[in-house]
């Protein structure tokens, strides 16, 4: 028993010690990721107007979709959408890299497409994730109903053979 009890107590370091690692490993990895989003967030003149219409777009759409959550054909129009843009964005990163003069002071559109990932298809599909949890919870309503109206038809009919 004191040989059991010994592996264990050897066990429970062990797993303190590997916690312990891997949370300070984490703690300082945050510290590049946090001082790079720091640095593109300052990089971003917010002042541009077409900026401002892009994150205006959003809001609306944001809006759109919080204000028609029980239009079940509209919320599949906007995601439709909303993943369309996602999956235009890349054609449309390559255009406004080659057009960026006329509307921006400098040039956003990298060929790797973070600026574009991130102001673009990040706020969509952010978007169409809420859409599909409305969807999700509206079908869990609609199942819920559908059971209730089944098992009051059951008793009805249960009734029906007892009389």
Not at 68 to 82: E, G, M, P, W
Request: proline share 2%; aromatic share 12%.
């Amino acid at each position: 028993m004191d040989d059991l009890k010994a592996a264990l107590k050897d066990h429970a370091d062990l797993v303190a010690g590997l916690f312990e690692n891997l949370s300070a490993e984490l703690r300082s990895g945050f510290g590049p990721a946090v001082d790079n989003f720091v640095g593109f967030f300052h990089a971003i003149d917010w002042k541009e107007p077409w900026l401002i219409g892009l994150l205006a777009f959003h809001v609306l759409l944001l809006l759109a979709t919080i204000i028609t959550r029980k239009h079940v054909n509209f919320q599949l129009f906007l995601s439709i959408l909303a993943f369309s843009g996602v999956y235009l964005a890349e054609r449309i990163n390559t255009l406004l890299g080659e057009h960026w003069k006329s509307f921006a002071s400098q040039n956003y559109f990298d060929p790797q497409g973070l600026f574009i990932s991130v102001l673009w298809s990040g706020p969509l599909l952010l978007i169409a994730i809420l859409i599909v949890v409305n969807t999700l919870i509206t079908l869990c309503v609609l199942i819920v109903k559908w059971k209730r109206a089944e098992l009051r038809h059951r008793a009805r009919l249960a009734r029906g053979k007892q009389d």
